[in-house]
């Protein structure tokens, strides 16, 4: 077989001479995430309980000056407390980590780990909801690197990111933080009466530890200047690598 038509990704061939993926000789797979505090300097990740946060987290929808962050999301607006307190019980009854996103004490937005596969290594961050007050924060990006560190440091091999094809804001999001592009998945779903096509992204564990390290860069103080202001953005961290 001619090695040039090979992908790339197969580094090994079997007796027959087919191309096989590479052998994973120690792998023991990863571990499900378990409810846990996850703290950095300006946000904090508190896994969501009903009783504790539900009045909170209307509250907080209910500060929206439109239902325009809802668009994408194949939940909201909610035109009661009932109705949003029976979708927070729903979602919390799935198979997720739901994570309420804090800063000064108080909570500011959701994101989630879902689909976790232990057996292959992979896990998805979904859910994420950023109120008017989080978003373009320093808070915003530190509660995504939160959760990435935990994704890695449970040995997952594979961290996924999906939104909606339409969605520009998420799929900027996901390549400034380091996602890969992976392609479409056409008429994948359909949201709200929508038909939706779903832009795929990854990243691996072999790439973590380099965006692991220029997000800290990004997110060190002295990367900001006395108005707050960035000295350096997260693309041009990764860059200096």
């Known amino acids: 077989m ?22 994973l000789e120690n792998w023991q797979g990863a571990t499900k995430p378990l409810p846990q505090l996850l703290n950095g300097q300006h946000s904090q990740l508190i896994p969501v309980s009903f009783e504790q946060h539900a009045d909170a987290l209307w509250a907080l929808v209910n500060q929206e000056p439109d239902a325009s962050c809802w668009t994408y999301l194949p939940y909201g607006p909610f035109a009661s407390q009932a109705l949003f307190n029976n979708w927070l019980q729903i979602i919390l009854a799935e198979d997720l980590l739901l994570y309420g996103i804090f800063t000064s004490g108080q909570i500011q ?40 560190q935990q994704v890695f440091a ?27 592009y ?7 779903t359909v949201v709200k009466g929508h038909n939706r096509n779903t832009a ?9 530890p380099q965006y692991e390290h220029a997000l800290r860069r990004w997110l060190n103080p002295d990367n900001f200047d006395a108005a707050g202001q960035q000295k350096l953005s997260l693309q041009q961290c990764r860059n200096d690598l």
């Not at 001619?2 to 993926?21: A, D, M, R, S, W």
């Not at 795929?200 to 973590?208: A, H, Y």
């Open 109 to 148: 937005g959701w994101c989630a780990l879902m689909r976790a596969d232990c057996k292959a290594g992979s896990i998805e961050i979904g859910h994420v909801y950023y109120s008017l007050g989080l978003r373009r924060t320093l808070a915003a990006t530190e509660a995504l690197f939160l959760l990435m």
């Open 182 to 188: 992976e392609g479409l998945f056409r008429q994948a």
């Open 154 to 180: 449970l040995d997952y091999r594979r961290c996924e990111w999906k939104c909606n094809d339409l969605n520009l804001p998420s799929k900027q999001a996901a390549l400034r933080l380091g996602f890969k």
């Open 200 to 208: 795929w992204f990854s990243m691996l564990d072999s790439e973590w």
């Open 2 to 23: 001619n090695k040039i038509l090979v992908p790339h990704l197969y580094t090994e061939f079997n007796p027959f001479g087919q191309p096989v993926g590479q052998l």
